[in-house]
């Protein structure tokens, strides 16, 4: 079986990458299972037309438009997915994205699509399970443009009418799904919790952490500077924790810093910390590689996510941290209450005094923090890896046949 993993709308971002990774190990535990991961490029049409379209823009109406830099190369995707029974595709694009991508599944001879971020259309001869990552929209309008709401309303209701499944990755984004649209027949699949570490994690001796200039003693926050990440709730939780006389701790950031619905929000985060007097005791790192973030992870006191909103259990630092048995500390948002692990810690989200109380009492309570071996961490992932198959078989069953859950 020929099982399609479009990369269109997950390689521009870090989790992205890392989400699609996640579901290539369950494929690779399948039976007579051969994985095509499509990356598109830009054709020589496509990039000339960019670059007319940023000139008219920029030197005739004189408007401001950004330059979007992709975290990875075309070649250094391929080399992030190359591994046992997977096949990189590199396919151009030209005009419509969509069409040349169903172009190059049939050319492929794909037996089935999973997952996508795309909506195919009920038609497509070929069997595709979409993912719906969240409802942000629905709970955070102001950090959307009235046209961004309309057009995730009207995408995720076609998305909802043309698919016979849909994956979520929380019963929590499922039930928003059901509250908020007409679900009608699709089936919504949420998939389970999966951390789990990989083999190279272990084996980091090679990453060279001086170029950072790391303080001893610090919390990791790895998210992109967007708006609902809320870091601006973690850095006066540091504040408050020093006024308790907790001095020598820090935080380190790692992730890109803009948020292009608001330009001046990271300005606003640093203006902040020189009112407090605190730009010393955090550090911006800005976008490293994996290897990089997973080391500062495993030498951190433990992991921050302030999150206001996710679409699944504290997002990808969560994934990492519990796969490698690495504390963290999370807003109680019911998305992130779904995380079921003794190293999970909660606060009230928004809240820099609940926080800096949890940090505290986390802080007083882990002198000693517990150790696993790699085989211990290793085992675990195994086994979350091993509901994760069984869940992506049943998803395949239900639409190449089976009707019935």
Known sequence: MKV?????????????????????????????CEIYIFIPQDSGLR?????????????????????????????????????DRVHVVVYDTYWNTLSDLKRALKEH??????????DLGPSFPIPWIPYLPDLQ?????????DEEIRARDVSFQQLLHSAKSVIVEAQDVKNDLQKFYDVGDT????????????????SLEDVDLDKYHLPEKYFLISNQFWLHKDHKTAFDALKFLHDEGYTEYHIVCTGKMDDYRDSGYFQRLLDGLHKNKMEAYVHFLG??????????????????????????PGGGIAYNAISLGVPIILSDIP???????PHAYFFKKHSPESLKDTMMRFIEGNKERLQYSREELMEQGGARLEQLTCAVHEVFRYNLGGNER
């Open 287 to 312: 976008y490293i590689p994996k290897r990089d973030q997973i080391k500062i992870l495993c030498q951190s006191q433990a992991a921050l996510q302030p999150t206001l909103f996710e679409g699944n």
């Open 335 to 341: 998305v992130n209450l779904e995380l079921k692990s």
């Open 47 to 83: 990039k000339i037309a960019r670059e007319v379209r940023y000139r008219l823009w920029t030197k005739v109406l004189h408007r401001s438009i950004g330059r979007y830099t992709a975290p990875f190369t075309t070649s250094e995707l391929v080399d992030v997915f190359r591994s």
């Open 187 to 202: 089936e919504i699949f949420v998939m389970p919790y999966t951390a789990v570490p990989e083999d190279g994690w272990f």
């Open 4 to 32: 399609a993993m479009p990369g269109a709308g997950f390689i521009g971002w870090g989790g992205g990458v890392d989400f699609l990774k996640a579901y290539v190990a369950p494929l690779q535990r399948l039976d007579d």
């Open 137 to 145: 929209h629905k709970y955070y309008p102001e950090f959307f443009s």
């Open 109 to 118: 001879r794909i037996d089935i699509v999973f997952p996508t971020l795309l």
